[in-house]
T-cell receptor
Framework: QKEVEQNSGPLSVPEGAIASLNCTYSDRGSQSFFWYRQYSGKSPELIMSIYSNGDKEDGRFTAQLNKASQYVSLLIRDSQPSDSATYLCAVKGRGFQKLVFGTGTRLLVSP | KAGVTQTPRYLIKTRGQQVTLSCSPISGHRSVSWYQQTPGQGLQFLFEYFSETQRNKGNFPGRFSGRQFSNSRSEMNVSTLELGDSALYLC?????????????FGSGTRLTVV
């Protein structure tokens, strides 16, 4: 079982729609959860972090965490073509545990 | 505020050679992590340094090594290069290695082994 799993996609949504990206993780002791966006040919960019159960909103982005289900998601409201990228979920355990990435979900937003 | 700086941006090496990559973290960041990114495997963790000590190591052969200096700058070395080492090598820095700090990535070094 992979430590962090994501559907590779592509996830295709029309402009203005809500894009929902999902991630599951295997380590129940995980403490910190991050979403990164990576455009083709560029390095990953941190867009959201979440540490406790529930929702965290930042602009058009909402991160959701459910530790009991070992599940974290990212919602992008009013999706724009510029949101087309690969979204990477990353999970970190307590203390000096490494930050582990999923393989990413490719999002395509069509005009 | 300067970001994470990786040098060089591109490298072409021959099989059997060795290579050293450099990473300067964001000022004040003491943790530096290294990742290898390939289309098939995604982001694979190599190692993490904090306060000049290796805190974590991924599942890579001993040909991959690293170190961190007192100013938090880090270097990664790959000896006896193989064709499969061709990848984008990314460095990420953070305030601390412990829980609630995000990691900021540099632009990466694209290594091609021929």
């Amino acid at each position: 079982q992979k430590e962090v799993e994501q559907n590779s996609g592509p996830l295709s949504v029309p402009e203005g729609a809500i894009a929902s990206l999902n991630c599951t993780y295997s380590d129940r002791g995980s403490q910190s959860f991050f979403w990164y966006r990576q455009y083709s040919g560029k390095s990953p960019e941190l867009i959201m972090s979440i540490y406790s159960n529930g929702d965290k909103e930042d602009g058009r982005f909402t991160a959701q965490l459910n530790k009991a289900s070992q599940y974290v998601s990212l919602l992008i409201r009013d999706s724009q073509p510029s949101d087309s990228a690969t979204y990477l979920c990353a999970v970190k355990g307590r203390g000096f545990q490494k930050l582990v990435f999923g393989t990413g979900t490719r999002l395509l937003v069509s005009p | 505020k300067a970001g994470v700086t990786q040098t060089p941006r591109y490298l072409i090496k021959t099989r059997g050679q060795q290579v050293t990559l450099s990473c300067s973290p964001i000022s004040g960041h003491r943790s530096v992590s290294w990742y290898q990114q390939t289309p098939g495997q995604g982001l694979q963790f190599l190692f993490e340094y904090f306060s000049e000590t290796q805190r974590n190591k991924g599942n890579f052969p001993g040909r991959f090594s690293g170190r961190q200096f007192s100013n938090s700058r880090s270097e990664m070395n790959v000896s006896t290069l193989e064709l499969g080492d061709s990848a984008l090598y990314l460095c990420a820095s953070s305030l601390s290695s412990t829980d609630n700090y995000g990691y900021t990535f540099g632009s990466g070094t694209r290594l091609t082994v021929v």
